[in-house]
C-alpha cells in the first residue's frame, strides 16, 4: 500500500518537469502542466461516484418510471456526487501551489523577478546561513496555504454531504 501511494504520488512530478522542459519556463507551461496531470484523479473520482450511486434504489425506482438519463444524472446522481467532487477540487488547489512552487524552486517555473513561493525558497536558501528568515516565512506561508485549503475542504465536504441534510 505504501508503495503505490509513493509511486503515484510521484508520477505526477514526471510529466510536469518534462512539460516545463518542453515548452520552457513561465505560467503557461505551468499551467499546462498542471492541467495534463491533474484531470486523471478527478475523471477517477467522478466515474467511481457515479457508478456508486447508479444502482441505488432511488435511480433504479426513478429509472423504471421512466425518467430520462439527463434528469436522472441532474436530479438525483449529481446532487448525492458533489461533496466528493467538490472536496476534491479544494484539495487540488494546494497541490497545484505545491507543485507551482516545486518547479519554481528547481528553476523550471517562474523565474527569480516573478513572484512565487518556490523562488522565494530558492533565493533563500543561497542566503540560508545568514538570513534564515527568508526561508522560514515562504515555508510557513505554505504549510499555512495546504493547511487552510485541506480544512476548507473539510467544512465544504461536511456541509455538502446530503445524508447530514436537517442535523446539527
Do not use: C
Not at 82 to 89: E, K
Not at 105 to 118: A, F, N, Q, R
Amino acid at each position: 500500500m505504501i508503495i503505490t501511494d509513493i509511486v503515484f504520488n510521484h508520477l505526477d512530478e514526471i510529466p510536469l518537469i518534462l512539460i516545463s522542459i518542453l515548452f520552457g519556463s513561465g505560467m503557461f507551461s505551468i499551467i499546462l502542466a498542471l492541467t495534463v496531470t491533474g484531470w486523471i484523479g478527478t475523471a477517477r473520482l467522478i466515474r467511481a461516484q457515479f457508478y456508486r450511486f447508479k444502482g441505488r434504489e432511488y435511480v433504479l425506482a426513478a429509472r423504471t418510471l421512466g425518467v430520462s438519463d439527463f434528469t436522472l444524472i441532474f436530479r438525483h446522481v449529481l446532487p448525492n456526487a458533489i461533496g466528493p467532487l467538490i472536496t476534491r477540487a479544494m484539495i487540488a488547489i494546494p497541490g497545484a501551489i505545491f507543485s507551482e512552487s516545486f518547479l519554481a524552486y528547481i528553476g523550471l517555473g517562474i523565474k527569480p523577478p516573478e513572484p512565487s513561493i518556490g523562488v522565494l525558497l530558492s533565493v533563500g536558501q543561497s542566503v540560508l546561513l545568514q538570513y534564515p528568515y527568508q526561508t522560514l516565512f515562504p515555508a510557513l506561508l505554505i504549510s499555512v496555504l495546504m493547511i487552510a485549503f485541506n480544512l476548507f475542504a473539510n467544512g465544504l465536504r461536511d456541509a455538502l454531504n446530503p445524508t447530514r441534510r436537517g442535523e446539527e
